[in-house]
């Protein structure tokens, strides 16, 4: 799963270990994780990536217990963790993993009924809860798996990025997935796993998630008006040229470049003031993936 790893910090922050929000909220996410585990994947043999898949993958083949391989696989890269980038994640961390355990212990005393057989049915619902659990997790500060951890500490040594790093890892495993699994288990663990990461980008980055937007027009002071005083949003204006239009390339015109940070929930309604007020107005967007300081919606910390 792909996640958010936040700054250094020296010392543990006790207070938001303890946040009773974050207690509740890590709760439920351990909860609607067991039970994707056990109602949907363990049953159907299929499997998720990072270490949590590497887990599912050991426990299938070699049944060994899944708690211990969480707990083996995990502990080490978040100690990394705990170290090299948060002493408060590591912290939240390592605690998560040890009752995600813990609760997976407690669950072989408790009857968890297969809720389907069915392989599509699994592979979208069992998707769907194990990223809500896991993105609650996340909201909190917390990595419910080491795997990114490790990537976001080798990744300037290596050269890729971070999104590059976990598909080639992801590629790996689910490679040897098919070779010990069948093939079919993998696809269908793949598609798991796609939908738990869309879950967990919905969960953490939630629907007003941040896009930015660029508008180039001739009535840049009405809409720079329109975005401060209607909308409440700080701007930053470029001083550029307009113009250069294939038969007329010579002609252009000084003009401001206007860029702001928007709500997916406002973008579609800010463009269509600016189109009145412009027909002509280009606009491009792009999603951001986080965004603090200045003039925004206060957000949940991930």
């Not at 297969?114 to 392989?119: E, F, I, P, R, S």
């Not at 079919?184 to 998630?209: N, P």
Request: with cysteine.
């Amino acid at each position: 799963m792909t996640s958010s790893i936040i700054l250094k910090h020296d010392k543990i922050n006790w207070a938001e270990i303890l946040n009773p929000h974050y207690i509740i909220g890590n709760t439920i996410g351990i909860i609607l994780i067991i039970f994707a585990l056990k109602g949907f994947m363990i049953p159907n043999h299929f499997l998720d990536g990072g270490i949590l898949g590497i887990s599912l993958l050991i426990h299938e083949v070699y049944h060994v217990n899944l708690s211990l391989l969480l707990i083996f696989g995990n502990l080490p890269l978040i100690y990394l963790g705990y170290k090299k980038i948060s002493k408060t994640m590591g912290v939240h961390s390592m605690i998560g993993i040890l009752i995600l355990s813990l609760g997976l212990v407690l669950s072989n005393y408790v009857s968890i009924p297969v809720v389907t057989t069915d392989k599509i049915l699994t592979a979208l619902f069992a998707g769907a809860l194990l990223g809500a659990g896991i993105g609650i997790i996340m909201r909190s500060g917390a990595a419910i798996d080491g795997v990114e951890i490790l990537l976001a500490l080798t990744k300037k040594k290596i050269g890729l990025s971070m999104s590059e790093l976990i598909v080639i890892f992801n590629a790996i495993l689910f490679l040897t997935v098919a070779f010990k699994l069948g093939i079919d288990t993998a696809m269908f663990s793949i598609v798991t796993y796609f939908t738990a990461a869309k879950t967990i980008d919905y969960v953490v980055d939630g629907i007003e998630q941040f896009t930015s937007l660029t508008i180039i027009s001739g009535k840049s002071e009405e809409i720079k008006k329109l975005i401060v005083n209607n909308y409440q949003k700080g701007i930053t204006v470029y001083k550029g040229k307009r113009g250069f239009l294939p038969g007329s390339i010579e002609v252009s015109n000084d003009c401001d470049i206007i860029f702001t940070i928007v709500t997916r929930l406002e973008l579609l309604k800010i463009k269509k003031e600016i189109s009145m007020i412009d027909p002509n107005a280009f606009m491009f967007e792009n999603t951001i993936k986080d965004a603090n300081g200045g003039i925004l919606k206060k957000t949940n910390k991930h």
